[in-house]
């Protein structure tokens, strides 16, 4: 099977409305990897003015993209659910692992259907082996846990969401 633009644009568009934050796929001397949150312009040359395809980063001697040989993993696409505006959202001010308690042994900052002031402590960010506290920005109440504990967020990833007062 081979993968032209117009397929290409179609995967491109089904990840940005997924969590999915890198995919790579891989046939014989090709090797796509896909990583939303990333600027690739220090990495290729930029398109020239005239141009609006995207033929000057494709190598002409790379291999069309045979997936015969690959284990398929199904995977559902459509539209990504939507967050009721009555609820804010508590967002990842930085790339880490989400954790839900201070130490392992100890107490969650926060669960669902807790009540939390502004500028309390809802979880933590590990970063760089620095722990960042993450502080709701809204008095309400959690409605909902987005991450898992231990789990890798992006910046800017919803991580809770609270029903304000």
Not at 2 to 10: C, F, I, K, S, T
């Amino acid at each position: 099977m081979q993968l032209d633009l117009h397929q290409l644009r179609e995967l491109l568009t089904a990840i940005d409305q997924t969590n999915i934050s890198e995919l790579t796929l891989k046939s014989g001397d090709l090797e796509l990897t896909v990583r939303k949150g990333t600027s690739f312009s220090d990495r290729l040359p930029l398109p020239s003015s005239d141009r609006t395809d995207a033929s000057e980063f494709v190598s002409p001697a790379a291999a069309p993209l045979d997936t015969t040989a690959t284990k398929t993993v199904p995977m559902t696409l459509g539209t990504p659910p939507t967050v009721s505006s009555k609820f804010e959202e508590i967002l990842s001010p930085v790339v880490g692992t989400f954790y839900r308690a201070p130490a392992p042994d100890e107490p969650p900052f926060v669960e669902v259907g807790d009540r939390v002031t502004s500028g309390q402590t809802v979880c933590i960010i590990e970063a760089m082996k620095v722990m960042n506290e993450i502080e709701a920005e809204v008095s309400g109440q959690i409605v909902e846990i987005l991450i898992e504990n231990g789990q890798p967020v992006e910046y800017n990833q919803p991580l809770m969401l609270v029903n304000p007062n």
